[in-house]
């Protein structure tokens, strides 16, 4: 009789929860699946599959007789232990195969392995104060009532939404009640939530071309109808705006770090924009993702802190102030529609993890959060000049880097005669998590340039192997 074959891997991994008579199992179905075992093929004896797995013999035994009961193998005494010679062949078998959704490999950073160099939305992990976080999170889980093993509040935790409405007054010039804070998983959440308050069918979103991709992405999912309106070097052009769909329903606006050019909304630009809005009676969608991060001056106040009718809509995240793994993010209601709001978070989920809201709420009440931007503020100027400064050393005149007022990302410039995906793909084949511009447009015309994240390059040596490895790539 034909032996096992001898790729066949039949090893268990200790760490996972399922039993590991249960692993062999699957190994041996997967086996038979891949063709890699065929019928009349003898499988090993239980004592010596035991001793190579270095297991009690009873888990293989019982492995067998699962197997043997659900027809995959076949027991013939002192012959052995054989596959059922009554399978099908391997072709008509109907594998249990796991279909992955199709993600575009240029875009997908964030797959849950360890980052990537010059990874865009990422703060510096490296700079996380985790021990003062780990004895927050640690006095909360310690102290919990009952009570709080229980459903969250929809809407969020109440001293996190107490204190997010005091940050943003202080540090934004946003003044509201904690009631119209509502505590989300990230932008994708706060704009499920705010169209699902706000929006009908068909509803005009007007979305800044370039703008932020994965916004994008989903807002192409949704019941509303995209309108690109193109930026320029002071932010989106409103007037364009309203000459393309002058009753659109919703604008969305990057304005203190326009993603992903990193320009500003001008002052003019963003009265222009509220007036449109007051009298259209359209909503602004203000995504303030990285406005905590400004080298020059003060950090700006939102455009949020100009609305005198109640027209914008507020979002930050504290993915980028704090860390992502958090995925915690909160939105501002208008006034006029938090019982909208309220109703749709409730229709929504059932709320975001209490014990990370605490431990963020405490994270501000204790000064952490202040203290930590501050000294984030320092170690980034220092990081994107050096990132800067070297990688434009490096690559010469291939590239060309303007540096912005703030943000966590650089731009590096491209000829209008190069391929910046053709290029980005060479530089995310070599490991560079590097994004081409040119994939953020929708109607106007691109322009040619690569992305990149500065927060996690340490020094100038760091920086220094980057950009020869980025350089050895584009070539």
Known sequence: MKAAKPELDLRVDRALELPMYLQICQRFKTAIEQGNLRAGDRVPAVRALATELNLARGTVEMAYRILTDEGYLQVRGAAGTVVSPSLPRPAALKPRVIVAGRADAALVDYDGQAPKPLQMGLPALDAFPRKVWNRLVGHRLRGSEPARLAYPDPAGYDSLRARVATYLGVSRGVICLPEQVFITTGLRNSLELTLSSLSTAGDAFWFEDPGYIFARLFLQNAAVKMVPVPVDENGLMVEAGKRL???????????????????????????????????????????????????????????????????????????????PGLRLAYVVAPVSAVARFQAASYNLNAGCPYLFQAGIADFISEGHFSRHLKKMRLLYAERRAVTSRVFQEVLGDRIRIDLQPGGLHILAKLADHEDDIALGALARAAGLAVHSLSRWYINAKPRQGLLMGFANVIDEKDAMQLALKLKQALR
């Open 245 to 323: 769909s002058p009753h659109a329903k919703f604008a969305m606006v990057t304005p203190s770090h326009q993603s992903p050019l990193g320009v500003t909304l001008s002052l003019e630009r963003r009265m222009a924009l509220l007036e449109w809005a007051s009298k259209a009676g359209s909503w602004i969608i203000e995504d303030d993702y990285d406005s905590e991060f400004r080298y020059r001056g003060r950090p700006l106040a939102a455009l949020k802190s100009l609305d005198r009718n109640d027209r914008v809509i507020y979002s930050g995240t504290f993915s980028k102030a704090m860390f």
